[in-house]
């Protein structure tokens, strides 16, 4: 054994190949009986990106994600894929065209075999668009039908990152810039209208549509410049990240209405203050159906305490009369692309209406990760982000405003998500234990808090 050599954890995938135009099914002959082949693909990746990408290397196919099925009685998934040619398969990996009655019942559960049926024969499979034979072609022919004015074609090239019924990701190469083709359903449909929304109220700080199609609820984009901020990344990316979100945000002061009709969450300060006693009392029962300690169990005087803490905050921010602005409630390296003259932002799923800070606190909670013992970096990165706002407030605000940020943002972290406040998922174990951990952050960044305030009233 080589202990030098790290395999990374790998999930095996059943594949059913289909193919484009016979709609037969490429099967491996093992001893003169046909089955589906398998793939493994690093556990925790984006499972569309792996499997594509691991059949093309494996097989030298080219294919597209039609769906996955997954059954309880087999431990295995199957995903189903369409093969983008009907003839490039190696014929020496024994691989083998069939019908899918021809498959043994051992590969399929009988309700596998029957969506398979469907999507084989052309039926209406599930509700979403791409649960079927020919997608990717139509998705072709519709964003060519959008480049012929622009002079651009596709090259045939294209990288698919995530894919289900209803979700798409896929990067185009073009004979110009690449394109972002993205489509979303639920819980994330609301994606959809504030992509367009920001396009239209932000250019150049999100990115450049091209497109748009309902129907899929689904929009093609030009490819942005630029890095993501990371570990590595000089200060000066980071700031530049943090103060273009500034600007976006003190620009975005008088469009809360717009925005909030476009979708993006209320958490506002009024909104998070109505919702402080409900999910305290929420956390109070989950907190008693704890049955190990640690994680410490915090008790029902410490959840008031927290109740009358949070209801503070809200009120101590709210007095600073920052405005309300676009926020973002996961906003994270991931969301900022940086280049030399521009900065975008990128995946708005989680896009809110609230305090401005908010949004600053959880990039600031990457950034100390990255950067855990350099105070004065930190610091830098701050003044960086709070500069624009010395236009909307006075300076002792936004620093007043700074300390009670770190408190509410949990907070509006836990609420965002209705997960919470549904009868039934709250009482799911790793549900119910992420709430818990959050209400004990709060409980620690209560306690900063009044810390800080202590001297303050003396």
Known sequence: MNCGTLIAPQEMYRLALVLPHSRRLLVITDDGTPCLPKIGIPVQSRVGEQLTRAIEGTWKMRSAVVDYLADKSIPIPLAVLELLAEDEYPSGNNFHSIGVHALPETDLTRDERIILERILSGDEVGPGPFCRLGWINDVMAWIESNLSSRGWKLTGQFRQLNADSFFSLIRFETTGPALWFK????????????SIALARLFPGSVPTLVATQSSWNAWLAIESEGIHPDHSSELEVWTSGVTSLAAMQVASAGKTEELLGAGCKNLRLNALLDLIDPFVELVEVLMKQQSKVPPVKLGTQELRDLSTEL???CIGLGELDLPDTLGHVDFNPGNILVSADSCVFLDWAEACVSHPFLTFEYLLEHFRRSHPDDLFLQSQLISAYCEPWTSCSSPEKILKALKFTPLVAVFAYAVANRTWCDSIRP???KIAGFLRSLAR?????AVLLEQWREPCLS
Do not use: D, S, T, Y
């Open 183 to 194: 489509a979303v359903g639920e819980p994330n449909l609301c994606e959809f209208p504030i």
């Open 441 to 445: 952050r709060m409980c620690r960044e």
């Open 427 to 429: 009482q799911q174990p």
């Open 311 to 313: 209801k503070a905050a």
